[in-house]
């Protein structure tokens, strides 16, 4: 949810409750790129866009920082993911863009009133 | 309406349950807005630069092979092979909708990218009238602009339809106001749907619940003029006024886009299947639909789950079919 602390930045590790399935889940749902830690140590950024933990080897698919892919990983050969791109769903809600509006009506600005089209 | 008509009946003959309407294709995420209760752009940028490839657009179509399709995005007049896709899909004669919020349609017009055909038509998103629609996509400026288009489009031959989706900030009246304004326009006819609450959209105040839902469109078209033309089933219309009880057909209207094909739903965004069958075979759909209990389809109304149900409920009884007609007929939903 837009109003849900972001998860940009977070380092999980695996213990407790955080499983693998869990953080692959959050992943899954994560609007921004991710690093994935593979079991050799070697790591590999990009989006995350598919899971399928209920198939017969439980597989993610991403695409990588290039727009390749897509690459498909079994879980078995992920150690842990980390959030390291920019949360894209975070930080463009609905009251900021009132705020910037209300501020270019103040100031008579035309600056853009989306966050998107700021960062474009 | 014959060729869906005879698409269904044909469909219900050969005792398929589960077959496609609409194919809801995205050939790309990228868009020129960022509209408030849209949750289908927030990406990073290697995301939203990549365009699906024509030919697995048009094999997609080939292999669910649904009579209609629409093509959503992201806005798909940003999608370099926009003239080729949809030439490919009159070819096939499909009925297109091409979904578009029309900010570079009068230049895409002008670049004789299209040609009208009865089997096309511009899908244009308006959700009111000049205010409430500029307030609903976050961008002063955009109804001028995209009733402009929609004169031009008219006036070169085009059929052109509207899209509008509404939140708990609609006000009737001015509901009423706006149809009157698109039919002026020389719209054909108008297609509405309440906003879905997408996990991702950055407004996730304004969403309507059910009872909300039932009694705003109750108002907005209990008393319905003449001259308004609404390109849905009478009986899904019924259904958002609480007169109609339905479950939702999830794989109605399937979406493909350069994920694959997603599953559940067009809203639900719950993993991708590669291939249609796939789709169909191994999503589990009991658990999706308000009987399930999902909170996530508690308060879905949402054309793109239960348009393709009051169309099904036409043809499989006669209580169906005799409420279609007599809704027709009365010129009243």
């Given amino acids: ?120 | 309406m014959w060729t869906v008509a005879s698409y269904v009946l044909r469909k219900r003959l050969t005792f398929q349950n589960r077959y496609p309407l609409v194919l809801m294709l995205e050939p790309l995420f990228k868009c020129n807005l960022a509209c408030a209760g849209c949750g289908k752009i927030q990406y990073p940028a290697q995301v939203l630069k990549k365009n699906l490839p024509l030919e697995k657009a048009l094999a997609a179509m080939d292999e669910c092979g649904a009579p209609m399709i629409s093509i959503a995005g992201g806005e798909p007049l940003l999608y370099p092979q926009i003239g080729e896709l949809v030439e490919g899909l009159i070819k096939r004669r499909k009925y297109i909708y091409l979904c578009t919020n029309a900010l570079v349609l009068k230049e895409k017009l002008e670049q004789n990218l299209f040609r009208p055909s009865k089997y096309f038509s511009f899908s244009v998103h308006m959700d009111g009238i000049r205010e409430d629609h500029d307030e609903s996509v976050c961008r002063d400026g955009t109804y001028d602009i995209a009733a402009e288009a929609i004169r031009e489009a008219v006036k070169r031959g085009f059929r052109v339809t509207t899209n509008t989706t509404l939140f708990n900030t609609a006000k009737p009246l001015n509901v009423r106001k706006f149809f009157d304004e698109m039919m002026d326009l020389g719209v054909e006819a108008m297609m509405l749907s309440p906003g879905y609450s997408y996990a991702k959209a950055p407004d996730q105040q304004h969403f309507l619940h059910t009872e909300e839902t039932n009694r705003l469109f109750s108002e907005i078209l209990s008393n319905p003029k003449k001259k308004w033309t609404f390109n849905q089933s009478p009986l899904f219309l019924q259904f958002l006024m609480g007169k109609q009880h339905y479950e939702c057909t999830p794989w109605g209207m399937p979406l493909y886009n350069n994920f694959g094909w997603q599953r559940p739903c067009y809203l639900l965004q719950e993993g991708y299947a590669a291939t249609y069958t796939e789709l169909l075979e191994t999503t589990p759909w009991e658990q999706y639909g308000k009987k399930s209990g999902n909170p996530k389809c508690a308060d879905c109304m949402v054309h793109s789950g239960y348009e393709a149900t009051a169309v099904n409920a036409t043809f499989a009884s006669f209580k169906g079919f005799k409420d279609t007609v007599a809704a027709t007929v009365r010129g009243k939903p």
């Fill in chain 1, 1 to 120: 949810m837009a109003d849900e602390k972001s998860l940009q930045g977070w380092m999980p590790t695996i213990g407790g409750e955080m499983t693998l399935e869990r953080i692959i889940d959050l992943a899954f749902d994560y609007r921004g790129n991710t690093t994935i830690v593979k079991g050799d140590g070697s790591e590999v950024t990009g989006y995350l866009f598919n899971r399928n933990k209920s198939a017969k080897e439980p597989f993610i698919q991403y695409f990588d920082e290039q727009g390749n892919g897509p690459f498909t990983l079994p879980y078995s050969q992920i150690k842990t993911i980390k959030f390291t791109g920019k949360d894209m769903a975070a930080g463009n809600s609905y009251a900021a863009y009132l705020e910037r509006k209300k501020r270019q009506q103040e100031t008579g600005a035309t600056a853009p009133l989306n966050a998107a089209e700021e960062e474009a």
